[in-house]
């Protein structure tokens, strides 16, 4: 039966001159900093009030970015924006958008809608798993 030897590696041994360096030092705050001046996508699960939190049936796309010395939170699928100070204060009122076509579209008529309303109100009908 033969054995596998490993080959001894001078770069490896403890007392190798063999210079060892690091990686780059990351630098989270910069590179966060650059995806959201590109912006990015990222997905809705849930939507807090204060009383009630709603569940999408499926996960809403919203793509984030920073302008002006504002973040935006944007649903172009619903046709919605939130803005604010922090990407949190940009979700809260995105989130307070769709709460208000919610229950706007929940409550118009079909006969009144017309054009992309009526995309949007099929939407805003079936967005949410526990409904009101």
Same mark, same amino acid.
Do not use: C
């Given at each position: 039966?033969? &054995? ?7 770069? =490896?041994?403890?007392?190798?001159? *063999? ?9 989270? /705050?910069?590179? *966060? ?6 912006? =990015? %996508? ?11 939190? &709603?569940? !999408?049936?499926?996960? #809403? ?6 302008? %002006?010395?504002? *973040? =935006? @939170?944007?649903? $172009?699928?619903? !046709? !919605? #924006?939130? @803005? +604010?100070?922090?990407?949190? %204060?940009?979700? /809260? /009122?995105?989130?307070?958008?769709? #709460?208000? =076509? &919610?229950?706007? &579209? ?8 017309? +054009? /992309? @309303? ?6 805003? $009908?079936?967005? *949410? !798993? %526990?409904? $009101?």
């Amino acid at each position: 039966m033969t &054995y596998a030897t490993r080959e001894i590696v001078p770069a =490896f041994m403890p007392l190798s001159p *063999f210079p060892a360096g690091t990686g780059e030092e990351r630098k989270p /705050d910069r590179a *966060f900093k650059r995806i959201v001046a590109h912006g =990015f %996508d990222a997905p809705l699960w849930t939507i807090s009030t204060k009383t009630k939190k &709603y569940k !999408v049936s499926k996960p #809403i796309k919203v793509k984030i970015y920073h302008e %002006d010395n504002l *973040f =935006f @939170a944007e649903s $172009e699928t619903l !046709v !919605v #924006i939130g @803005a +604010g100070k922090s990407i949190t %204060d940009a979700i /809260d /009122d995105l989130g307070k958008q769709i #709460i208000h =076509f &919610y229950k706007y &579209y929940k409550r118009l008529p079909w006969n009144r809608v017309t +054009g /992309d @309303a009526v995309r949007l109100k099929g939407l805003y $009908e079936t967005l *949410f !798993v %526990d409904q $009101e």
